[in-house]
């Protein structure tokens, strides 16, 4: 889910913001980019971080080495790419017309994504570990995606469901979080199905009742 920062929910609905846009080339040089970075998602889905390296790439896209070293640089540039060129795209969180249900929605997509074969974004995930240049790839990429799911928030305060001043940020992490934790970062365990929705529930309860609500004089600040 990735660049600007997304702010709180305030007085002027969140989410509303369009995504940045980054212009791309065009023609051979736009082949050549997509033509890598497929190439870049195979070998780091069949090998994983320590088996990817710019020449295996460069092998597997059909280019010369010379051309991904000129371009990226090393592998850290290419992870680098990948990451900024997902957030090229108009993904926005589903609008089921209710908070728990759009949190639910968001986490059976993020669900399906951290248990995919090959295991890219996990790969990925790892990966932003041991290359720094991935590392902000991987940081701007969440924002972006975070930024785009503020509008979450502000549908369910429009709807009455959730206070003014509602955090989206706090809320959205407190939503998502468990989906890492379970299946990514300490427990590990197999997909449950009920997860995205019982997670959803709890925050959406949470936030009901107040839990992410920023006082006025923070808003006001």
Known sequence: MTTPAPSEQEQE???????????????????????VLDAVLAELGEHGYDGLTTDTVAARAGVHRTTVYRRWGDVGG???????????????????????GDLAALNREIQTALTAEPPIVTALIAASFRSEKAADAQQRLWEDRYARCEVVVSRAVRRGELPPGTNARRLLLTATA????????????????????????????????????????????
């Open 13 to 35: 609905p969140a989410g509303t913001r369009p995504p940045p846009t980054r212009r791309r080339p065009g023609g051979r040089t736009a082949r050549i980019r997509t033509q």
């Open 78 to 100: 290419l992870l680098a790419d990948v990451l900024d060129a997902a957030s090229d795209d108009d993904w926005q969180p589903l609008d089921t017309g209710s908070l728990e």
């Open 178 to 221: 468990p989906l890492y934790h379970q299946l990514v970062l300490l427990l590990r365990t197999a997909p449950d199905p009920q997860l995205p929705s019982h997670a959803a529930r709890t925050a959406a309860l949470a936030a009901a009742a107040g839990a992410f609500a920023e006082p006025s004089s923070a808003r006001n600040a």
